[in-house]
């Protein structure tokens, strides 16, 4: 199985800093690679997909870059309803995997 | 507009059974991928499964966690997809979603907002 790994586990940040968090694969996933935001008690959102594509709807201060195994998303001017958890998949193979999450506080 | 509804969840004693539903509409269910995923209390996601559509054979895809305990099934006519839950163990308490997968550019674009299996005696 293809592993995910996200670091960092967790952030602080501030409102309209920029921050990045990066998902790194156990081997290549080309550019099968998701991104999603979690609110609590919510379902996750999907954000970026095909590794770099900004879904419909989602602000362009989500950003992301990565290819085969090295991947980053990063938040621009971040903004309160940004603070929240953030997932990566791998969608090359299944089981599809999970990154362990990186909560983004405040 | 794009809807997944999960429904089933409750609270279950280790070793019995349970079905998960999940109903969707607002897109051609026969269309697409229909996946689960899960979250313990407290814990990141895990994929469980998911079944292709019948046009590309309609097979499934589980995880090892789950393989051989848990099916995932699809009634295309009713636009339901389900997961059966067998031999429930206390670490299969969650909170389920379904989720829609794109064949083209995979990716789960639209989740059901989850339903909560308790698995305790």
């Known amino acids: 199985d293809i592993q995910m790994t996200q670091s960092p586990s967790s952030l602080s940040a501030s409102v309209g800093d920029r921050v990045s968090i990066s998902c790194r694969a156990t081997?290549?996933?080309?550019?099968?690679l998701s991104w999603y935001q979690q609110k609590p008690g919510k379902a996750p959102k999907l954000l970026i997909y095909?590794?770099?594509s900004l879904q419909t709807g989602v602000p362009s201060r989500f950003s992301a870059i990565g290819s085969e195994t090295e991947f980053i998303l990063t938040i621009s001017d971040l903004q309160p309803e940004d603070f929240a958890t953030y997932y990566c998949?791998?969608?090359?193979?299944?089981?599809?995997?999970f990154g362990q999450g990186t909560k983004l506080e405040i | 507009e794009v809807q997944l509804v999960e429904s089933g969840g409750g609270l279950v004693q280790p070793g019995r059974s349970l079905r998960l539903s999940c109903t969707v509409s607002?897109?051609?269910?026969?269309?697409?991928?229909m996946a689960w995923v899960r979250q313990a209390p407290g814990k990141g996601l895990e994929w469980v499964g998911f079944?292709?559509?019948?046009?590309?054979?309609?097979?499934?895809e589980y995880a090892a966690s789950v393989k051989g305990r848990f099916t995932i099934s699809r009634d295309d006519s009713k636009s339901i997809a389900y997961l059966h839950m067998t031999s429930l163990k206390t670490e299969d308490t969650a909170v389920y979603y379904c989720?829609?997968?794109?064949?083209?550019?995979?990716?789960?674009?639209?989740w059901g907002q989850g339903t909560l299996v308790t698995v305790s005696s």
């Open positions: 989720t829609r997968e794109t064949y083209n550019i995979r990716r789960s674009d639209y």
């Open positions: 607002g897109f051609n269910f026969g269309d697409y991928i």
């Open positions: 079944i292709r559509s019948k046009n590309y054979g309609g097979t499934r």
């Open positions: 081997q290549s996933i080309r550019t099968y």
């Open positions: 095909a590794a770099s």
């Open positions: 998949q791998q969608t090359l193979t299944t089981p599809r995997t």
